[in-house]
């Protein structure tokens, strides 16, 4: 069954948005009214539908778009495998369910890559400060669930706040073992804490500290991604300009890739997101920003829905030291070509060859 | 009898609380319809990249789309939905000619700095019978001013070139509205680069190759971007303040993520995992 050769099940069904609530005075017949099973039922015989296309139509008759979206969705192919065709309708469907949802006009983009674009990233880690605006950037940028009970609080970049470690004259002679009077090691070093162990949860007056770096980590989108290799339904893979996404409908929520990605990058909806009408931000991609489920995974994607329209990521934008720094890496002219060219540059956990285009550098 | 009187005051003193709950509410009606109109007439203002630089007016582009979410813990801009909101052309600047003309934007400062019509006409005009003979120190020591330093704090605590520069290798002689380059020639507020480029060339370079700083917009090499310039992050009175470690001022940072079910706090963060 092909979505795209089923014949509209009822006029009504088709543009809802056109026909809003009417003034108590408005002509009835100006405006079709809401799908009634006898309008159904003649359109029905008419068009000689097959039993199951019939059964899905009397099903998204029930109330809305929403219904509508969801039976469609139970048949939608992997998002890899669907035809221009098959996008388009998912994209109309998808639009006028959040519409409705949402109380305002939302796109659903589903632009795809863009040729001679490879996406890199590259953080000033000399730079940050810690004030975690990136963090709030993303979740105001990319539809997270915002709620306050457990799990329903989602944020997809964590900065961590690591100790300076320091040399210090009266811990000289700290060393081990003690009992033969023979050093074998010092002790004279305070230690930092190690690589991705730090604190998640600081909270000072003010930041930058004096004592402090910062470390901010997120999806550094692997050229060779272990949750894309773990996923069993194929639902995660790297596009072809650089980003790992998601076809959020075939996450069969399983969490091999959370267990998979060495970098705590990805989080699951465990309850039904939470995500206010007036805070949603309507510009969305399909791989990208859309409204979640319950039940899925979900990771930074760099903002699919800005960057494959040239823009830059939500972080980039409000990082107030400069600290992000976005670009093409195929372009030697980019600011990411500029650093990799001219600056020290490290990948976090590189020896696991998973080959971040997540480049951490510094002056 | 007595039954009867007990009855009545009862009612008595039920009907006076209710009276009296009845005006607090209609004290409280006005109060709270006025807060929000209040909120209507002045839309949030956020700041940028420091506090005391450049600032953004929230306001919608499209019935739904602000151009700038502001941040309600810390005030600060978290969200751009237009880059160039109130953004002019950069000008010329060497070395950066490849771009494609009215690519590189930037926000005027001057209309910001409040005092600054008033410092070339009211007091350091440079004509006139008080500056003949010129008034200014020889040896370039500026002397404690308390009207310059009541207007800008930041003088009294001089921080930028360890004692080194003076305000006349900034500012200009005459024109106090505009800063100086190496050859005397006037430079605007609104391209503080190419002021300090004069010592800073290697952060000049990075800035105009877009490793060091910031633009918002196209990431594209000629894409539009709104360039920041200079002093929109730096503050050049007070950049090497000792409380801090990255060279900006410190700021509030955005609330922490939430904790994990069932954790109270986050102490466990604290203990080394070697101890020491």
Partial sequence: MTPDKTPPADPA????????????????????????????????????????????????????????????EHFQKNYRLMTDAEKAEARVRLEKRYSMEYGKPVTVDTTGPQPGVLMGYALNIRKCIGCRRCVHACVAENNQSRGTRPGEKIEWIQVLRMERGKFEADKMNHGYPEGLGIQVGGNAYTPAGQVLEGQYHYNPEAVPEQDATYMPIACMQCEKPPCVKVCPVRTTYREADGPVVIDYNWCIGCRMCMGACPYWARRINLTT??????????????????????????????????????????????CPVGARKFGNLLDPESEVSKILERKNVFRLKAELNTFPKFFYFYD | MKKLAIYTLAAALLG?????????????????????????????????????????????????????KCSPTTGAALWYGDPYDGTVPMGKMPGMEKLPEGHAVVKPRSEKLALMPMCGTACHNGVGPQFNPPTLPKDKRAKPNPTMEAMVPDLANFQHGRGRI?????????????????????VSFDQPQLLCGKCHGD?????????????????????????????????PHNVQDGARNRGFVQLQPEPSPQLPKGMKDAKHELLHPIPH
């Fill in chain 2, 203 to 235: 952060k000049l370079r990075d800035w105009r190759d877009g490793i060091h700083g910031k633009r918002i917009g196209e990431f594209t090499s000629t894409g539009k971007k709104r360039w920041f310039t200079c002093t929109e992050c730096h503050n």
């Fill in chain 2, 16 to 68: 006076s609380t209710l009276y009296a709950v009845s005006a607090a509410e209609k004290a409280a009606e006005p109060a709270q319809a006025a807060a929000p109109a209040e909120a209507a007439k002045e839309p949030p203002v956020c700041f940028e990249s420091r506090k005391g630089a450049s600032e953004v007016t929230q306001k919608e582009v499209k019935p739904g789309l602000p151009n700038v």
């Fill in chain 1, 273 to 318: 997101p939470v995500l206010p009408k007036e805070e949603m931000n309507p510009v969305t991609h399909y791989l990208g920003n859309r409204p979640r489920m319950r039940g899925v995974v979900e990771k930074c994607h760099w903002c699919l829905q800005r960057t494959r329209h040239d823009r830059y990521p939500a972080c980039v934008e409000v």
């Fill in chain 1, 13 to 72: 069904q088709e543009h809802p948005a056109e026909c809003p609530a009417p003034p108590a005075s408005a002509d009835p017949a100006a405006c079709a009214p809401k799908t009634s099973r006898r309008d159904f039922l003649k359109a029905g015989g008419t068009l000689s539908l097959s039993s199951l296309m019939g059964a899905g139509a009397l099903m998204s008759q029930s109330d809305d778009a929403r219904a509508a979206a969801e039976w469609a």
């Fill in chain 2, 166 to 186: 003076w305000c006349m290798d900034c500012h200009h002689n005459t024109k106090r509205n505009m800063l100086v380059d190496h050859f005397g020639d006037p």
